[in-house]
C-alpha cells in the first residue's frame, strides 16, 4: 500500500497550494528508494548468485553441501528466507524463521517454520525461538550446511539465558541498558555475556558443519561481532567489558543479583566466555555483509540526482539526536546552493529524561527543527529523519518530517517544543501538527536515515 500512495504523491506538481504536500511526497519518495535499494530479498539473491563482493565462493558452498539447514532471523527474515526457499528447492532440509510478530503471523512458507520473536524487549516467544534453533541444529552433520541469514532485531527475537540466569534477568538488564542510552555495541557486550547462542556460541551448536552468514547489517561499521550479537562471529569482549558497560552505565547495582554473580564468576573464569578468534569451529564460518546503510544511501542519492538534485553526504547521524538534530539545522542553513539534497545515515541515541513517546528519528526530527526556528530560516528547508524499518520508538512512525516552521505549527496547535524535546515527547509533538511519517514495517532495516532538501 505504501509503495501505491508514494508513486501517485510523488507526481503532485510543486506549486504554492500545494507545495507543503509536494515536498513531503517527494521526501517520502527519496526514503523508498533508500529502502528498496536495501531490499532483502534482491541482496540474498545477489549473495547466492556470488554476485556481491567478496561472496564469489558461496554458489559452491551451497553446491557442495548435500543438505541445507537455514535459521533467518531478524526483522528482514522472512524476505531472506522466502529468497532461499525460492533458491534452493529441495535442497533446503528444513529451516526456521524468527520474525517480528505482526509479521509472523502474516508469513507463509513451505519449509520454514515461522515464529514470533519479541523486540525490542526479548520474550517467551524469543526464548521459545532460540530453543527451536537449537533443535534444528542438533539434526545437522558434518558436511551439511548452516546458513545464518541475520538482520536487524535479531538480538532480542533470539534468546536463551545463560546457565543460570532468567530471561526476566536478561529482559531487566536490557531495558535498563536501553534507558540509559548505552550504544548498540554496549548492549551486545553484555547481551552475549548473558547467553547460551550470542558472542558465536551459535556456531558451535552447529555440530561440525559448514556456516555461511548473509548478514543485512543495521551497526554503523558493519561489525560482525555487533550485528545480531554476533551469533555467527567470534567476540573480542570480555566478561569484564560486560561489567563495565553495566557500570559506566550505571545499571550494575540495579541489576538483578543472578546478573552480577554470573559475571563476576565469567571474569573469574569459573563460567565459559564467547567464541575467540582463533577457535578450530571458526574454520568453517564465512560471513558476507549483504548490505548495509551505505546501500540505502546510495540508492536515496541515486534517486536524488536523478530528479536533478545535487546531493551532499552529510556526516554520520550518530551521538546524542539532540545534538545531531541541531548540527544538521546549521549544517542545511549554511547551503546557499539551488536544488542540494542532502543525505545521511546512522544510529544516533536518546537520553531518557522524561515519560513521553516518541523514538531517536523523531527526537532528531524535532531537535533540527527547533534549531531552524531558533536561527529563524525562512529559506525552503526540509527534511525527514526515519528508521529504514519503518519502526521509530515504541510508535507507529518510521519518523518525521522537520520544518523551519515546524515549531511556529506546533505553538499554533497549543504545543511546545521545546517542552515536548526535554521530555522526549516528539511522537505527541509532530501528531499534533501533522509531521508523523508512517510507513508500516518495510521488511527491511538498514539503520536510520536522514534525507533533507534545501532550496529546492
Not at 540509559?180 to 552475549?192: D, G, Q, Y
Amino acid at each position: 500500500m505504501f509503495a501505491r500512495e508514494l508513486k501517485g504523491a510523488a507526481c503532485i506538481a510543486m506549486e504554492p497550494g500545494n507545495l507543503d504536500d509536494a515536498v513531503r511526497a517527494e521526501l517520502a519518495r527519496l526514503y523508498r528508494a533508500a529502502v528498496d535499494a536495501a531490499d532483502p530479498a534482491r541482496l540474498v539473491g545477489l549473495a547466492l548468485d556470488g554476485a556481491l563482493e567478496g561472496a564469489g565462493a558461496i554458489p559452491s558452498i551451497v553446491a557442495a553441501a548435500p543438505r541445507v539447514f537455514v535459521l533467518a532471523i531478524g526483522k528482514a527474515s522472512l524476505a531472506m528466507a522466502a529468497e532461499i526457499e525460492h533458491r534452493l528447492g529441495a535442497k533446503l532440509a528444513e529451516g526456521l524463521v524468527v520474525a517480528p510478530a505482526a509479521s509472523a503471523k502474516a508469513g507463509a512458507l513451505s519449509r520454514f517454520e515461522i515464529v514470533a520473536g519479541g523486540h525490542p524487549l526479548p520474550d517467551s516467544n524469543s526464548e521459545a525461538a532460540a530453543c527451536k534453533a537449537l533443535e534444528l541444529l542438533a539434526q545437522v552433520s558434518t558436511g551439511d550446511l548452516v546458513i545464518a541469514a541475520l538482520s536487524g532485531g535479531a538480538s532480542a527475537m533470539f534468546a536463551a539465558p545463560a546457565g543460570g540466569l532468567t530471561l526476566a534477568d536478561k529482559v531487566a538488564v536490557t531495558a535498563a541498558l536501553l534507558r540509559s542510552a548505552a550504544t548498540i555495541r554496549e548492549l551486545n557486550i553484555v547481551r552475549k555475556h548473558l547467553s547460551r547462542v550470542k558472542g558465536g556460541r551459535l556456531v558451535q551448536a552447529a555440530r561440525g558443519a559448514r556456516v555461511v552468514g548473509l548478514v543485512l547489517s543495521d551497526v554503523p561499521g558493519n561489525d560482525l561481532a555487533a550485528i545480531a550479537s554476533g551469533l555467527t562471529a567470534p567476540d573480542p569482549t570480555t566478561f569484564a567489558d560486560a561489567i563495565g558497560v553495566m557500570k559506566r552505565r550505571a545499571v550494575w547495582g540495579r541489576a538483578p543479583e543472578r546478573v552480577r554473580d554470573y559475571l563476576e564468576r565469567g571474569n573469574a573464569g569459573q563460567e565459559r566466555d564467547t567464541l575467540k578468534g582463533g577457535d578450530p569451529a571458526l574454520a568453517r564460518v564465512t560471513s558476507f555483509i549483504i548490505g548495509d546503510n551505505r546501500t540505502a544511501l546510495e540508492g536515496a542519492a541515486s534517486a536524488a540526482m536523478r530528479a536533478g538534485y545535487r546531493v551532499e553526504r552529510w556526516r554520520d547521524l550518530a551521538g546524542e539526536a539532540d545534538d545531531v538534530g541541531r548540527a544538521l539545522a546549521e549544517h542545511l542553513s549554511a547551503i546557499r546552493d539551488e536544488r542540494v539534497c542532502v543525505i545521511t545515515g546512522g544510529e544516533p541515541v536518546v537520553t531518557l529524561r522524561g515519560g513521553g513517546l516518541g523514538g531517536r528519528a523523531q527526537q532528531c526530527a524535532l531537535a533540527l527543527a527547533i534549531e531552524l526556528a531558533r536561527m529563524g530560516e525562512r529559506r525552503s528547508i526540509a527534511a525527514l529523519v526515519a528508521g529504514t524499518d519503518g519502526i521509530d520508538g515504541p510508535t507507529d512512525a518510521a519518523g518525521a518530517f522537520a520544518f523551519p516552521d515546524t515549531v511556529a505549527r506546533g505553538a499554533a496547535a497549543g504545543m511546545r517544543a521545546d517542552t515536548s524535546l526535554g521530555r522526549n515527547d516528539a511522537y505527541s509533538f509532530f501528531k499534533a501538527v501533522g509531521g508523523l511519517f508512517v510507513t508500516g514495517p518495510t521488511g527491511t532495516n538498514v539503520a536510520d536515515l536522514s534525507i533533507a532538501l534545501v532550496n529546492f
